[in-house]
């Protein structure tokens, strides 16, 4: 039988008004805040732990490698279809040609490997992003060719094949000219208008890099480019050796087309965009001339200033 009911309400197994769910032990204090140093998101705690190795001889986590450098001597990649063509077409010396998986042929990637097959340069198929690595992020449209590092003239060798070509030496120095480009589009110009060839400083001044291949089109396979310890030194050898130097400065008052000179056996300095010449190279010029232009425009960029000079020196030569 069953027992009857005591009346008395049962008690509830639910959480008790007014605790928010917890009993009174859940909510006494947890004791006072550690100092800032035992709090395991404490930002410093790391460098304080290290601090402290170092502090007991101890080792401590190996430092990171700094990136290296590229070397005067490491290969360089130009990239693009066209500046990979004409490299090639002007017989540019090449250890290899990359080309990017699943490319979409056209007639210049055909024409590239196939001159590149006949000459015995390597062929390589690479992903896009080995090329992008290979060309330092470049435009490449899929094709790199790799160069090896220049190998630059002595500046004697400049004046030499001049007198061996028997014709009047010109020559063309550049001084405080980084870009690699500005050195490209000089080359360019100076082929085109007969140089014997460059003369760059060996610190702070533009190298024959991918850079100056690329815009050279080509042109710097048939045009030496020597290196100069001291330009300055260098520009007094060439005057003992009966060259005259001529610099180009927009603050001279002798315009290009009125010096004399230029049908001699001469060298062209050309300064950078900014600051011009340099006071010891100007110092060491015969003469300073300028290139004459509207008052709105300020310089010109080295490689066009270049150009116009060298048109000048050509168009005296001619007469």
């Not at 000459?119 to 992003?129: H, K, T």
């Not at 060798?157 to 010109?170: I, K, M, N, T, Y």
């Not at 500005?182 to 082929?191: D, E, K, Q, V």
């Not at 011009?276 to 310089?299: H, K, N, T, W, Y």
Request: with cysteine.
């Amino acid at each position: 039988m069953a027992g009857k009911a005591s009346g008395k309400p049962s008690k509830k197994q639910g959480p008790t008004r007014g605790t928010g769910g917890k009993g009174r032990s859940s909510l006494e204090g947890r004791g006072a805040t550690p100092p800032a140093h035992m709090r395991h998101w404490y930002k410093d705690k790391a460098r304080a732990e290290r601090l402290e190795r170092e502090a007991a001889g101890r080792p401590g986590r190996p430092a990171r490698a700094a990136a290296k450098p590229r070397r005067e001597d490491a290969p360089e990649v130009i990239g693009g279809r066209n500046p990979v063509l004409e490299a090639l077409r002007a017989g540019v010396p090449a250890n290899a040609l990359y080309v990017a998986q699943r490319i979409e042929n056209d007639d210049r990637v055909r024409e590239s490997i196939r001159i590149a097959a006949d000459r015995g340069i390597a062929l390589l198929e690479v992903s896009r992003d080995k090329l992008d690595r290979l060309t330092d992020g470049g435009v490449h449209q899929g094709v790199g060719l790799q160069v090896p590092a220049y190998d630059y003239a002595h500046p004697e060798e400049l004046v030499e094949r001049a007198r061996d070509a028997a014709e009047v030496p010109l020559i063309v120095a550049l001084d405080g000219v980084t870009d690699p480009r500005n050195l490209g589009a000089i080359a360019r110009s100076a082929t085109a208008f007969g140089a014997h060839g460059l003369v760059v400083p060996s610190r702070r001044s533009a190298g024959v890099t991918a850079g100056a291949w690329k815009t050279s089109a080509g042109t710097l396979a048939n045009l030496r480019v020597a290196r100069a310890a001291n330009l300055t030194q260098t520009l007094q050898a060439y005057r003992e050796e009966g060259l005259f130097v001529i610099g180009l400065d927009g603050t001279a008052k002798l315009d290009i087309a009125q010096v004399e000179l230029v049908t001699e056996p001469l060298v062209v300095v050309v300064g950078s965009e900014g600051k011009g010449l340099s006071r010891l190279v100007r110092e060491s010029c015969d003469q300073v001339a300028r290139i004459p232009m509207f008052s709105a425009a300020e310089s010109l960029n080295a490689g066009v200033a270049a150009g116009i000079a060298l048109y000048e020196v050509a168009q005296h030569r001619r007469r």
